[in-house]
């Protein structure tokens, strides 16, 4: 089963400073239909102006998962932590017992970014922040884990998630086409953040969001250069 979510139709919220779009329910936007995708419960598309963003809040029990479209995201917790992460490149906030973060543009133009909260295999444990640097060129024509709960995954650079789960990214030139494999009773959810590709024949243009279960195998071809990002998950329990 493949469904496309074409942009247009995902849920909305935008005010002076954030212009959102959501792939599932979240906050003030509730469609009962659309409350997530196997463990993935957020996939939240952000356009986030220069010298705004999230003041200090709270997460608890919940995997967040921060894919940089363009621009730069900082980052600061009560943990902590801080950092900068740039375009094409990852931060993973495993909030466990609880974390208060803050996630600001401090850039001269508006950041982008994907937002993908999954839900933890169990409940608590100490809170953790990291990032990691994902070169483009090494996704070239691939898809690259970039945040996983798989061991093999991690020891290869992805960063660790407290999840059944794997997030991956790769870029395709136009004509470029690759594949991914999909386990029996897993639900994978794939958006591309620029470009157009065709999945399973079906075709997608930039933003859009893919759903697919019950099949053996995804094959993405590209007919313009695309940058992908696939969620691999098992279903809620």
Not at 31 to 47: A, E, Q, T, Y
Not at 73 to 81: A, E, F, L, P, S
Not at 149 to 156: E, H, K, L, M
């Amino acid at each position: 089963m493949i469904e496309h979510r074409p942009f247009n139709g995902l849920g909305k919220f935008q005010n002076s400073w954030l212009n959102a779009r959501h792939h599932f329910s979240f906050g003030q936007w509730h469609d009962p239909r659309r409350m997530g995708w196997g463990s993935l419960r957020v996939w939240n598309d952000d356009i986030i102006q220069p010298g705004t963003g999230f003041d200090p809040h709270g997460h608890s029990d919940m995997e967040i998962i921060t894919y940089v479209r363009t621009g730069a995201i900082t980052h600061k917790d009560n943990q902590g932590n801080q950092g900068r992460t740039v375009a094409g490149d990852v931060q993973v906030m495993s909030a466990g017992s609880g974390i208060v973060h803050a996630e600001y543009n401090r850039e001269t133009e508006a950041t982008t970014i994907f937002q993908i909260w999954v839900m933890p295999t169990s409940r608590g444990g100490q809170p953790y922040w990291d990032a990691a640097t994902f070169p483009k060129g090494d996704r070239n024509g691939v898809l690259v884990p970039l945040a996983s709960g798989v061991a093999s995954d991690q020891a290869n650079g992805a960063l660790p998630i407290r999840a059944d789960a794997r997030v991956l990214g790769g870029t395709l030139l136009a004509g470029q086409a690759t594949s991914y494999a999909i386990e029996p009773n897993r639900y994978v959810y794939l958006a591309l953040a620029k470009g157009a590709a065709r999945i399973n024949g079906l075709a997608v243009s930039a933003r859009d969001g893919v759903a697919v279960t019950a099949e053996k195998v995804i094959e993405i071809s590209a007919t313009e250069d695309a940058e992908i990002v696939l969620v691999d998950t098992p279903p809620l329990n």
